[in-house]
């Protein structure tokens, strides 16, 4: 007989074979298959103090830059108010026409001040359709906003180059710091500090400026193979000819062009917090983006939808609470002026839900109501830009739950697993090299200690 504690104990036996078995195992998510309610995480991530800074210094610097190159306006405004782009938008083709006949009668504003007030319009619209259920309206808002880039390129390419080159510049740095903190949070609970979260996003400034261009890059070389073929049927007979022969070659390539355009647009939002998560570069971004996309598109549409929908709901409810803090000060500032509303009317006109600049201000009568009244219209702007920035860390957010989300259905990871940073891993090997150089010299101690004293 073996002696007692030689004998195998079928519990721990059991156990060990349980616990093997959960190591092979996918991962277990608290959850189960229902993984949509994550994305309701999105809000209270948003609304992190340094997601809000990165978002509104990031529109800071934007709409500085737009106000400073439109200094040269060059949008052609009709005395009807009407500009180039809604002219544009409109499906008309007299946009040509509207040029020359108000180039020299009509007004001039600027293209970001143009695209701003337009997309902030079609915004607005597109949450109340949402609100409403009515897909089609959202989805000509959409189409408009598409319209009005195409429109900027069109009438004003040099201006929209370089403007959005500093927009894609910017949102690279700001966007990219915002999906790692969001990353951080989502996975491990993790709040990491600004400087860190930007030491992050510019260790990768390359991959996260290089993700959004690449498929860009590639259609523009897939489309010169069929711009060249229809250069070639410029020739007389020949040229015909050898396009009825390579049109097939061209539909292959157009049919690329489709399959591309369909992963950028679908799977965009996915570029940065893949490099965010995983700490690798732009092809791993758009390799991924483009997987988790075609790879089930029915769970990337709902994640979408879902998180559409509530962002809707947060942006109202935001949206709301700025109407009832700028409301709530102008009231209490109302009554404590003495003359009632024409003093405060000068330097600041009441805010309304649909309007919280206000449009109702009278005129200033000297310099210092002047001074008062830009002062306050700069205040406002902050807090709607805070507004607006909760959008942007939204979208942030929101889209680096949804990649872990997707991770976990397309890769089976957990949602907990994250890549640490180049830095992380700095820190860590320095931790470890300063353990085993203190432990070798402790050791040294010991071994010096008695030779010391013979």
């Known amino acids: 007989m073996m002696p007692r504690e030689h004998q195998a104990d079928p519990f721990e036996g059991a156990a060990l074979k349980g616990s093997k078995m959960r190591e092979d195992k996918e991962p277990v998510l608290s959850l189960g298959s229902c993984l949509f309610p994550r994305v309701f995480q999105a809000f209270r991530i948003a609304v992190q103090p340094t997601k809000l800074l990165l978002a509104f210094l990031a529109l800071t610097a934007v709409c500085l830059t737009g106000r400073l190159m439109d200094l040269n306006a060059t949008v052609v405004v009709a005395p009807s108010g009407m500009t180039e782009l809604d002219e ?16 020299e009668t009509g007004g001039r504003t600027g293209v970001f001040s143009t695209l701003w007030h337009f997309g902030a319009k079609r915004f607005h619209s597109a949450v109340l359709g949402i609100s409403r259920r009515d897909s089609l309206s959202v989805f000509a808002d959409i189409a408009a906003g598409f319209a009005a880039l195409g429109w900027a390129f069109t009438y004003h390419p040099v ?9 894609l510049a910017v949102m690279a740095l700001a966007g990219g710091a915002i999906c790692r903190i ?54 007389p007979i020949v040229g015909e000819l050898f396009v009825g ?56 549409g709902f994640y979408t939808v879902v998180a559409v929908v509530y962002g809707t709901i947060c942006y109202a409810f935001v949206r709301f609470f700025s109407f009832l803090l ?3 000060t102008h009231l209490f500032l109302r009554i404590g002026f003495f003359d009632g509303n024409r003093k405060l009317t000068a330097i600041w006109p009441q805010p309304d839900l649909t309007d919280l600049l206000g449009q109702t201000a009278a005129q200033p009568t000297n310099w210092s109501t002047s001074a008062a009244a830009f002062l306050v219209y700069v205040w406002v702007l902050v807090v709607i830009g805070l507004m607006v920035s909760f959008v942007i860390s939204f979208y942030y957010s ?46 040294a101690d010991r071994q010096s200690g008695p030779a010391t004293s013979e």
């Not at 544009?88 to 180039?103: A, K, M, N, P, T």
């Open 88 to 103: 544009y938008v409109s499906g008309s083709l007299q946009i040509d026409e509207h040029i020359r006949l108000f180039r």
């Open 159 to 167: 201006y929209s180059v370089v403007f959005f080159a500093v927009v």
């Open 182 to 235: 969001a990353a951080l949070q989502f996975a491990q609970g993790q709040k990491p500090g600004l400087a860190e979260a930007v030491r992050f996003s510019a260790g990768k400034f390359c991959s996260f400026l290089a993700a959004p261009v690449t498929p860009a890059a590639i259609i523009v070389v897939i489309g010169l193979s069929i711009f060249l073929l229809g250069l070639i049927g410029n020739i």
């Open 245 to 300: 022969l390579f049109l097939p070659l061209a539909f292959l390539a157009g049919a690329l062009i489709a399959i591309i355009v369909i992963g950028t647009l679908a799977g965009c939002g996915l570029m940065f917090p893949t490099i965010a998560y995983e700490d690798s570069d732009c092809f791993d971004a758009i390799s991924r983006a483009f997987s988790y996309v075609y790879a089930k598109p029915w769970q990337m």
């Open 326 to 328: 700028l409301w709530i």
């Open 398 to 443: 929101a889209n680096t739950i949804i990649y872990a989300l997707m991770r976990n259905r397309v890769d089976k990871t957990a949602l907990d697993e994250i890549q640490p940073g180049s830095d992380d891993m700095a820190a860590e090997a320095g931790s470890v090299f300063r353990s085993v150089e203190t432990a070798s010299q402790d050791a």
